[in-house]
């Protein structure tokens, strides 16, 4: 089965300006996830969608990201307008249920100037 | 809120075992979670104990110790490939699905 697609796989950008971070998760996954590591740090959560529903976004930083997942199949993570601390790799994840270790994706290396 | 810690480094040589420790505190649990993670890669899944005991995967068994919020990675017959980061992961009981990352444990077998 195909795995957790990410695109792109690194993007640098100016501050100010806008990126959007997609995540394609194994086909059939309802959870998806999206974690962040920044340099020399843990990796952290983020979001959890079920399906199209946001389950918990307890770890997003603040109202300059905005994640969606039309449809429950694709998701896209936008960070408008980016700050240099928004540097870091942005992990998506799927799972089928609840209690099954993640599928990572390759992750997306935002580098913000 | 969860705490983990895992040791920063550990060195190994190829052909023995190595035994990677995760302590945790937490507001709850409902699992703990072994990622392996090579340089410039995802991570991917290694093993899941939610009961306390072991969990033996081919070369790999994972323990777990609830009362003493404890958890340790066996890695037998070690191999240069298992150089790597180890994550252990903490599942949250409020969200079941989230879990929460130590910052991973770099491991290299030498020859």
């Known amino acids: 089965e195909a795995g957790v697609t990410q695109f792109p796989s690194h993007s640098v950008i100016e501050k100010g300006q806008t990126v959007t971070l997609r995540c394609d998760p194994i086909s059939g996954h309802d959870n998806l996830y999206w974690y962040r590591r920044v340099m020399g740090k843990e990796i952290k959560f983020l979001l959890h969608?079920?399906?199209?529903?946001?389950?918990?976004e307890s770890g997003m930083p603040n109202n300059r990201f905005l994640a969606e997942r039309t449809g429950g199949t694709y998701s896209t993570l936008k960070v408008q307008p980016a700050e240099l601390e928004d540097s870091g790799v942005y992990f998506c994840a799927s799972s089928q249920g609840y209690w099954d270790g993640y599928t990572f994706g390759s992750g997306t290396r935002l580098t913000v100037v | 809120g969860q705490n983990i810690d895992q040791p920063t480094e550990m060195t190994a040589t190829e052909g023995a075992i190595v035994q990677i420790n995760c302590t945790y505190q937490?507001?709850?649990?409902?699992?703990l979670f072994w990622y392996q993670q090579h340089a410039g890669e995802a991570p991917t899944f290694l093993s899941y104990n939610v009961l306390d005991g072991l969990e033996e995967k081919g070369r790999f068994s994972s323990f777990l110790s609830r009362s003493k919020g404890y958890s340790y990675l066996l890695l037998k017959e070690l191999q240069m490939k298992d150089s790597a980061s180890y994550l252990c992961?903490?599942?949250?009981?409020?969200?079941?699905?989230?879990?929460?990352f130590g910052d991973g444990t770099t491991l290299t077998v030498k020859p």
């Open positions: 969608f079920v399906k199209e529903s946001k389950q918990d």
């Open positions: 992961a903490v599942r949250d009981n409020t969200n079941a699905g989230k879990s929460t």
């Open positions: 937490t507001s709850g649990f409902n699992g």
